[in-house]
C-alpha cells in the first residue's frame, strides 16, 4: 500500500532577513509552518518573533529571502487574495472609536466582499459563529472602547476567525484573559487545526500552555531559530536555558504526558527551607 504524500506547506519562509529602517532582526530565518497543526513560536522579549509573523503576513518586507504562499512569492499574490487565504491578528491592535463589536467582527469579511456582488447571508452566518466562537455574543451590540482588555482581546480575535482562512497567524492572542479564558481560546484553536483543517501560527509567552497545546514549537532567540519541532523533542531544560536563559526542570504530566517546565526559583525555596519566624511547639503551649 502506498503512503499519502504529505501535504505540502502552504506558507513558506527562505532564509528570511527582515528588520525596521537600521535595525536587522530576523537573521536568516527558515521556516515551514505545518499544515492543519497549531505551531506556537516561542522566544525571549525582543527576539523576532512579532517582526516574524509581520514579515510571513506580507506586512512587513523582507530585505533578503522570501515568503510564499501555495509556492508563489507572497508579494506576488494580490493583497485580497492574500486576506482570503492569511488571517494575523497584530499585538495591541487599536479599533476606531465608537465601533460596535458586531461592526468589528464584520470587518473579517471585507476580503470577501465586493461592491458589485456579496453575500450577506454567507458573511451573517460568518460573524455570528465567530461571535460563538469567541463567547462574545453578549455584548455584539456594545462599543468596543468600552470593554475591558480581555473582552476586547476576544472581539478581535471574533474579527480574525470571521474572515475564515486557512492561514491564521495570532500574535500573543492570550495577552489580559484569565487562565479559564486562555484555555478556552487554545482548546477552540486547537480544534481549528484537529478538526477543520485549519493553519495556525501563535506566538505565546507561557511556556507551558504552549507546551500543552502545541502540535509544533518554533523556539527563537536573537532573530534566529534555535529548535523547532513537536514539544517533547524541543521543549527541554537545555533550550529553555539557551533561549530564554532560564534554569528550569522539565517534567512530563501525568495525564497528558505534555512536558512542563518548573523554574528553579532559589530564593523562594531558602525561604521554605530557612523559615524567618522561630516554629511554635502548639503542643507546648498548651
Ligand atoms: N516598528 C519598529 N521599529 C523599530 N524597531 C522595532 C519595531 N518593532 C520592533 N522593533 C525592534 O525589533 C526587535 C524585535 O522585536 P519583535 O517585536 O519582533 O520581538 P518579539 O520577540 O515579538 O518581542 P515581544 O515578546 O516583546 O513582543 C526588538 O529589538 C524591537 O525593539
Redesign the pocket.
Given at each position: 500500500m502506498t503512503s499519502m504524500p504529505a501535504t505540502p506547506p502552504r506558507l513558506t519562509g527562505e532564509a528570511l532577513r527582515a528588520?525596521?529602517?537600521s535595525?536587522p532582526?530576523l537573521d536568516g530565518v527558515d521556516l515551514a509552518v505545518a499544515e492543519g497543526k497549531l505551531t506556537v513560536l516561542l522566544?525571549?522579549?525582543?527576539?523576532?518573533?512579532?517582526?516574524?509573523l509581520k514579515t510571513l503576513a506580507r506586512t512587513l518586507t523582507p530585505s533578503s529571502g522570501r515568503v510564499c504562499l501555495d509556492g508563489q512569492d507572497i508579494h506576488r499574490h494580490k493583497t485580497r487574495e492574500v486576506a482570503q487565504q492569511l488571517g494575523i491578528l497584530p499585538?495591541g491592535p487599536d479599533a476606531p472609536e465608537g465601533l460596535t463589536v458586531r461592526q468589528l467582527v464584520g470587518m473579517g469579511r471585507f476580503p470577501h466582499q465586493r461592491l458589485w456582488r456579496q453575500d450577506a447571508e454567507q458573511d451573517a452566518r460568518a460573524i455570528r459563529q465567530a461571535m460563538v466562537y469567541a463567547d462574545v455574543t453578549d455584548f455584539a451590540e456594545r462599543s468596543v472602547d468600552a470593554l475591558s482588555g480581555g473582552q476586547r482581546q476576544r472581539c478581535w480575535i471574533a474579527m480574525v476567525l470571521a474572515q475564515e482562512t486557512d492561514l491564521i497567524l495570532l500574535?500573543?492572542p492570550t495577552t489580559f484573559l484569565d487562565l479559564k479564558v486562555q484555555v478556552d481560546l487554545l482548546e477552540l484553536l486547537s480544534r481549528l487545526a484537529h478538526e477543520h483543517g485549519r493553519t495556525l501560527l501563535l506566538?505565546l509567552?507561557d511556556l507551558n500552555l504552549a507546551a500543552a497545546y502545541a502540535d509544533e514549537l518554533v523556539m527563537?532567540r536573537d532573530?534566529r531559530i534555535v529548535a523547532n519541532g513537536p514539544p517533547e523533542q524541543v521543549f527541554t531544560a537545555h533550550h529553555l536555558k539557551r533561549v530564554f536563559d532560564l534554569d528550569a526542570q522539565v517534567l512530563e504530566d501525568p495525564e497528558t504526558g505534555s512536558p512542563i517546565c518548573v523554574p528553579y526559583t532559589r530564593q523562594g525555596a531558602r525561604a521554605r527551607t530557612r523559615p524567618t519566624s522561630p516554629t511554635v511547639d502548639r503542643r507546648a503551649v498548651s
Amino acid at each position: 500500500m502506498t503512503s499519502m504524500p504529505a501535504t505540502p506547506p502552504r506558507l513558506t519562509g527562505e532564509a528570511l532577513r527582515a528588520g525596521y529602517e537600521s535595525r536587522p532582526v530576523l537573521d536568516g530565518v527558515d521556516l515551514a509552518v505545518a499544515e492543519g497543526k497549531l505551531t506556537v513560536l516561542l522566544g525571549p522579549n525582543g527576539s523576532g518573533k512579532s517582526t516574524l509573523l509581520k514579515t510571513l503576513a506580507r506586512t512587513l518586507t523582507p530585505s533578503s529571502g522570501r515568503v510564499c504562499l501555495d509556492g508563489q512569492d507572497i508579494h506576488r499574490h494580490k493583497t485580497r487574495e492574500v486576506a482570503q487565504q492569511l488571517g494575523i491578528l497584530p499585538q495591541g491592535p487599536d479599533a476606531p472609536e465608537g465601533l460596535t463589536v458586531r461592526q468589528l467582527v464584520g470587518m473579517g469579511r471585507f476580503p470577501h466582499q465586493r461592491l458589485w456582488r456579496q453575500d450577506a447571508e454567507q458573511d451573517a452566518r460568518a460573524i455570528r459563529q465567530a461571535m460563538v466562537y469567541a463567547d462574545v455574543t453578549d455584548f455584539a451590540e456594545r462599543s468596543v472602547d468600552a470593554l475591558s482588555g480581555g473582552q476586547r482581546q476576544r472581539c478581535w480575535i471574533a474579527m480574525v476567525l470571521a474572515q475564515e482562512t486557512d492561514l491564521i497567524l495570532l500574535d500573543e492572542p492570550t495577552t489580559f484573559l484569565d487562565l479559564k479564558v486562555q484555555v478556552d481560546l487554545l482548546e477552540l484553536l486547537s480544534r481549528l487545526a484537529h478538526e477543520h483543517g485549519r493553519t495556525l501560527l501563535l506566538v505565546l509567552h507561557d511556556l507551558n500552555l504552549a507546551a500543552a497545546y502545541a502540535d509544533e514549537l518554533v523556539m527563537m532567540r536573537d532573530g534566529r531559530i534555535v529548535a523547532n519541532g513537536p514539544p517533547e523533542q524541543v521543549f527541554t531544560a537545555h533550550h529553555l536555558k539557551r533561549v530564554f536563559d532560564l534554569d528550569a526542570q522539565v517534567l512530563e504530566d501525568p495525564e497528558t504526558g505534555s512536558p512542563i517546565c518548573v523554574p528553579y526559583t532559589r530564593q523562594g525555596a531558602r525561604a521554605r527551607t530557612r523559615p524567618t519566624s522561630p516554629t511554635v511547639d502548639r503542643r507546648a503551649v498548651s
